[in-house]
């Protein structure tokens, strides 16, 4: 059973920023397909971001430009550096992790517990 861990969520004002961490004690993360989700309540689960070596990351339009989805290799973490916040990115954030190609949600092998994190405003 694989496990990511994430951390960093919180309560902030609108305007305020957060970085979410994604960690796995035993499943490298450099050449996954790895993913951040959200999911607000009474809301679907959305994706954020996703990113995989050698490809671009690729951003939902309501957080491009905010939001920068990375991975450090060395420490086998992932993260979701999240700028400008606003009200509506209020949202239980999930990290996933995929074996292959994640062109959606159900394509992911792996989900972490959740981190919340509200924008007042």
């Known amino acids: 059973q694989v496990v990511l861990v994430e951390s960093g969520g919180g309560s902030v004002q609108a305007g305020g920023s957060l970085r979410l961490s994604c960690a796995s004690p035993?499943?490298?993360?450099?050449?996954?397909?790895m993913g951040w989700f959200r999911q607000a309540p009474g809301k679907e689960r959305e994706g954020v971001a996703n990113?995989?070596?050698?490809?671009?990351?690729h951003y939902n339009n309501a957080v491009k430009g905010r939001f920068t989805i990375s991975h450090d290799n060395a420490l086998n973490t992932l993260y979701l550096q999240m700028n400008t916040l606003k009200p509506q990115d209020t949202a239980m954030y999930y990290c996933?992790?995929?074996?292959?190609?994640?062109?959606?949600?159900?394509?992911?092998?792996?989900w972490g517990q959740g981190t919340q994190v509200t924008v007042s405003s």
């Open positions: 996933a992790a995929g074996s292959g190609w994640c062109p959606d949600k159900d394509s992911y092998d792996y």
């Open positions: 035993e499943y490298t993360i450099k050449y996954r397909w």
């Open positions: 990113i995989v070596s050698g490809k671009d990351p």
